[in-house]
């Protein structure tokens, strides 16, 4: 079975350009989440898909960054513009469960460095 | 005080010594605790999960938690160089997405 995928891997671009960077959950995962980790700093939760539905966006940073799941397959997370402290890595997540005791499965994340 | 903490380390053991991780967490309504293993330029992967008050072994592996004192702990014992990784504390407070702690870097020394 496929686990949880993530592209591009890598993305390099210039401040104020736009980027999207895409994920596919393990199949069947309801839930969709995703993580950004910073250099030196520990994994933020950005937000939590439940289905096509964002059941959680508390942790998106600005307006800046627009995540969509059409049809609660794969999900798209959009940085425009991008600014230098966008710059880190970007993971994916998805979960099957629901209620905060289920298993997160990790994708291998995006590097995202904004020059 | 930050949600969840723990030694950035890098903590350092031989091998086949038993290596103790440490994370404690601020919010007392958290229900389940987990620990991730994430090997340099690699997604996290869990390792353990625990969600009532004891030990819990798995192989090599025991997680520890302590509701009262607020802190889960993992045990490994027989580390081998393999292990050496960043080991990330998961916590649920209540109500919330998981929360993750910085990490501690482990690093098994032949």
């Known amino acids: 079975e496929a686990g949880v995928t993530q592209f591009p891997s890598h993305s390099v671009i210039e401040k104020g350009q736009t980027v999207t960077l895409r994920c596919d959950p393990i199949?069947?995962?309801?839930?969709l989440y995703w993580y950004r980790r910073v250099m030196g700093k520990e994994i933020k939760f950005l937000l939590h898909?439940?289905?096509?539905?964002?059941?959680?966006e508390s942790g998106m940073p600005n307006n800046r960054f627009l995540a969509e799941r059409t049809g609660g397959t794969y999900s798209t997370l959009k940085v425009q513009p991008a600014e230098l402290e966008d710059s880190g890595v970007y993971f994916c997540?998805?979960?099957?469960?629901?209620?905060?005791?289920?298993?997160?499965?990790f994708g291998s994340g995006t590097q995202l460095s904004v020059l | 005080q930050k949600e969840v903490e723990q030694n950035s380390g890098p903590l350092s053991v031989p091998e086949g010594a038993i290596a103790s991780l440490n994370c404690t967490y601020s919010?007392?309504?958290?229900?389940?605790f987990f620990w991730y293993r994430q090997y340099s330029g690699k997604s996290p992967e869990l390792i353990m999960s625990?969600?009532?008050?004891g030990d819990k072994e798995d192989g090599r592996f025991t997680a520890q938690l302590n509701k009262a004192s607020q802190y889960v702990s993992l045990l490994i014992r027989d580390s081998q160089p393999s292990d050496s990784a960043t080991y990330l504390c998961?916590?649920?407070?209540?109500?919330?997405?998981?929360?993750f702690g910085p990490g501690t870097r482990l690093s098994v020394l032949p």
């Open positions: 625990i969600y009532s008050n």
């Open positions: 997540a998805s979960s099957q469960g629901g209620g905060g005791n289920e298993k997160l499965f």
């Open positions: 919010d007392r309504g958290s229900q389940s």
């Open positions: 998961a916590v649920t407070p209540y109500g919330q997405n998981f929360v």
């Open positions: 898909f439940v289905k096509e539905s964002k059941q959680d």
């Open positions: 199949s069947g995962h309801d839930n």
